[in-house]
């Protein structure tokens, strides 16, 4: 499987919020940072555990952007979708490394989960 396909699907199992488990190198590594945290998960169980509890629910991606890296690519994306009947909304970058067709290591930032009423606050005009 090529980088493109491998990530391709990873992308489309975000916005599915059901991400196949095959997409991760059983020796994968994700290094998360989040707003006032970091941290770091080792297997492809732990880290589909994670992900699962970021992308519990479908959504759709905005102003995704993939730039090509030499054992991966830099993944940029917005990401909307609803939970519990209230939008939401998250911003992250990913630095995904592939080999032999699975993702080796998702090094990740995410400026949080943000709900409608933020999201309405981050548009207003600067004052």
């Known amino acids: ?11 489309a199992g975000i916005e ?8 991760f190198r059983d020796d994968v590594v994700l290094d998360a940072t ?4 970091r941290y770091t998960r080792t297997g ?4 589909g555990a994670e992900l699962a509890k970021w992308y519990a629910d479908p959504g759709h991606f905005q102003d995704l ?10 993944v940029e994306f917005t990401l909307h979708w609803q939970e519990g009947g209230v939008a939401h909304m ?3 970058a990913h630095v ?4 032999d067709g699975q993702v080796a290591k998702d090094t990740a930032w995410c400026g949080g989960r943000w709900p409608a009423e933020l999201i309405a606050q981050m548009q207003q005009p600067a004052e």
């Open 16 to 23: 599915a919020a059901d991400i196949p488990a095959t997409v």
């Open 65 to 74: 952007r993939r730039t090509p890296l030499p054992d991966g690519e830099l």
């Open 34 to 37: 989040v707003p006032n945290w």
């Open 44 to 47: 492809a169980a732990d880290v």
């Open 96 to 99: 995904l490394q592939v080999r």
């Open 1 to 11: 499987m090529t980088v493109t396909t491998t990530i391709g699907h990873l992308l």
């Open 90 to 92: 998250c911003h992250q």
